[in-house]
T-cell receptor, first 115, second 113 residues
Framework: ETGVTQTPRHLVMGMTNKKSLKCEQH?????MYWYKQSAKKPLELMFV???????ENNSVPSRFSPECPNSSHLFLHLHTLQPEDSALYLC??????????????FGEGSRLTVL | GQQVMQIPQYQHVQEGEDFTTYCNSS?????IQWYKQRPGGHPVFLIQ?????EVKKQKRLTFQFGEAKKNSSLHITATQTTDVGTYFC?????????????FGTGTRLKVLA
């Protein structure tokens, strides 16, 4: 139990589907992250939210749409995905305050397969 | 943009042998962190180094931060099968003004019994 919970753990979707990944952290952290992990790029940062404000969008295609309604919840809305988007999507959180941002706490990930 | 490279990409060792992975950043880092990801698992934080030239030990693991704060290493003495996994270094890209961690490419360790 890392204090960061991701659902669903596994997701299979067609290219025309719309689905969402959910992340919840119980650590009182201020920053939350989405990372993509695939065989080609081990840990690729997608989005960063700090105090619910998006501070980073790492050139992610618009078919990925993040949402952070509060500091404890983070969503990744998926639509019109491509097979190459199949990967493990990891959510993480950290203190996100000052120069010492602190360690990242990762969830167990959502394994996405796009058919 | 900032890049963090690790070498080697893969390492197979016999149980009991030593192992070292090296991390090099294209920019100076305010601190560096190390994570371990077991097969099928998620990255788990191991340690953070902050000071130039800092060396920290955790049992059989020795972590070092370079004097210029652009490189780091992780050394495991007398590997065990429980050491299997991928080791990542990560540094915050504070020059971008965001709370962004740049992860290294990772070193996958296999330990042969």
């Amino acid at each position: 139990e890392t204090g960061v919970t991701q659902t669903p753990r596994h997701l299979v979707m067609g290219m025309t589907n719309k689905k969402s990944l959910k992340c919840e952290q119980h650590l009182g952290h201020n920053a939350m992250y989405w990372y993509k992990q695939s065989a080609k790029k081990p840990l690729e940062l997608m989005f960063v939210y700090n105090f619910k404000e998006q501070t980073e969008n790492n050139s992610v295609p618009s078919r990925f749409s993040p949402e952070c309604p509060n500091s404890s919840h983070l969503f990744l809305h998926l639509h019109t995905l491509q097979p190459e988007d199949s990967a493990l999507y990891l959510c993480a959180s950290s203190q996100g305050r000052g120069l010492d941002t602190g360690e990242l706490f990762f969830g167990e990930g959502s394994r996405l397969t796009v058919l | 943009g900032q890049q963090v490279m690790q070498i080697p990409q893969y390492q197979h060792v016999q149980e009991g042998e030593d192992f070292t992975t090296y991390c090099n950043s294209s920019t100076t880092l305010s601190n560096i962190q190390w994570y371990k990801q077991r097969p099928g698992g998620h990255p788990v934080f191991l340690i953070q180094l902050v000071k130039s030239g800092e060396v920290k030990k955790q049992k059989r693991l020795t972590f070092q931060f370079g004097e210029a704060k652009k490189n780091s290493s992780l050394h495991i003495t007398a590997t065990q099968t429980t050491d299997v996994g991928t080791y990542f270094c990560a540094g915050p890209d504070l020059y971008s003004g965001t709370y962004k961690y740049i992860f290294g490419t990772g070193t996958r360790l296999k330990v042969l019994a």
